[in-house]
């Protein structure tokens, strides 16, 4: 989301001039990183040195094949654009001064391995703080830092079900199901995002820097905090029901002529109820006894749904949106239920330019999806690809002091 100031010249990122080493994997340790770069941060994403990060072979994702015509990864290009790329031995010593000399250079480190990993290899928080004391160091766990299973392995199918989010979608009554794409990891990315940003502002004002922590599990708990809220204040579990009995007939989805969904998300029923029914040419049921309230149409909610899923199939989508919308705001809250691929052409989604198009270098124009908060005075979204394994060893070395000749011997013994 590209802003530009009175000059006609493109601001800068909201993190411009802040620096941030990856050391992540698979999910939302990367996603961390599309995130800073988004707002601006250079972020430089360490890769073993024969390996590279391993999610650059996965050839499928869910059931979708991610290998372009041109040999990119889609998996591996859309979470880590925005990127340099070095390659390093962190098992050698000389590799670990490499990690150290950056750290002194840097902001932020951040990484989603687990911390009996991050010590063996020297780039825990307690160790790379002895280098740079301001550093703000990120860890992205998957259950906690804390606790007996602060050290178990976890992707998002993990933190679905290990939080409940599992068990809280879908139809009463059916197994408990995955959510397609990795949600969770999103939004345990988001959440370190969150703190690391939140520990640089800090820094302005103590000077010191600090670790931060996020999980999956906290995250996808968090993402409940009605649910969970309430169920901790009324002992009372929040769980799947059934569409056909819901508790607020105008609070549910319903099938049109054309196969299509439309969902309704009205609180306040009651307050719309005359206008509803004008609207759907059921004029006598306004003053039935039956649904004459909120409690009468909660008590005989079954009766009314398979109403108004009849008269729902009168109509096409299109046509009971565009009825609607001619009532425009003080009416029910309604909105189609989309497929990912409407998004792409929703003039809602373009306006705000949460999918916007992008000339990457290989691909062509692609369309991709920037972070999606907007600033009136600084610039966010893509700035470049993903990049190519170790592209930018030589140019980081460099800036942090190395010479030519040092990097010809890091690479003579395979260090980098």
């Not at 989309?338 to 992008?358: C, G, H, K, T």
Request: net charge neutral; glycine share 8%; with cysteine.
């Amino acid at each position: 989301m590209n802003t530009i100031d009175k000059a006609g010249n493109l601001m800068p990122g909201a993190l411009s001039g802040i620096r941030a080493v990856e050391w992540a994997t698979f999910g939302n340790g990367p996603i961390i990183g599309v995130m800073l770069g988004d707002l601006g941060a250079e972020v430089i994403k360490l890769e073993d040195r024969v390996a590279g990060d391993p999610s650059r072979g996965i050839s499928a994702f869910q059931g979708v094949k991610t290998m372009s015509p041109q040999g990119i990864n889609y998996v591996f290009e859309f979470s880590n654009r925005n990127k340099k790329s070095i390659r390093v031995d962190l098992n050698k010593p000389k590799g670990k001064e490499i990690i150290y000399k950056l750290t002194e250079k840097s902001d932020v480190f951040y990484t989603n391995y687990r911390k009996s990993v991050a010590v063996k290899q020297g780039v825990d928080y307690e160790t790379l703080a002895k280098h740079n004391p301001r550093l703000v160091y990120g860890r992205a766990t998957g259950l906690g830092p804390e606790g007996p299973d602060c050290e178990k392995r976890a992707f998002d199918p993990v933190g679905l079900a290990r939080s409940g989010l599992m068990t809280v979608a879908g139809e009463k009554d059916s197994p408990p199901g995955q959510i397609a794409g990795a949600i969770v990891d999103t939004l345990g990315a988001t959440m370190t995002a969150f703190g690391i940003v939140s520990a640089l502002f800090m820094r302005e004002r103590t000077g010191e820097g600090q670790e931060v922590n996020a999980s999956l599990l906290g995250s996808a708990m968090w993402s409940q905090f009605t649910n969970i809220s309430l169920t901790a204040l009324r002992d009372h579990t929040m769980g799947r029901y059934s569409r056909t009995a819901v508790k607020n007939p105008l609070a549910n989805v319903y099938q049109c002529k054309d196969k299509k969904w439309i969902a309704l998300a009205e609180p306040q029923s009651d307050r719309y109820w005359q206008q509803f029914c004008n609207v759907m040419g059921i004029p006598h049921l306004e003053k039935d006894p039956k649904f004459a309230d909120e409690w009468k149409r909660r008590d005989n909610a079954k009766e009314l749904v398979a109403l108004l899923d009849k008269l729902f199939t009168e109509k096409t989508r299109d046509q009971w949106a565009e009825i609607f919308r001619e009532q425009g705001k003080r009416f029910v809250a309604w909105e189609c239920v989309q497929s990912i691929p409407d998004l792409f052409n929703d003039p809602q989604v373009i306006a705000n330019r949460y999918i916007v198009e992008y000339d990457h270098p290989v691909l062509g124009k692609i369309k991709v999806q920037p972070f999606p908060i907007g600033f009136s005075k600084a610039t966010v979204g893509p700035k470049g690809p993903a990049p190519e394994f170790g592209q930018h060893t030589e140019e980081v070395l460099l800036d942090i002091g190395y010479t030519w000749e040092d990097i010809e011997r890091l690479r003579d013994d395979e260090v980098i």
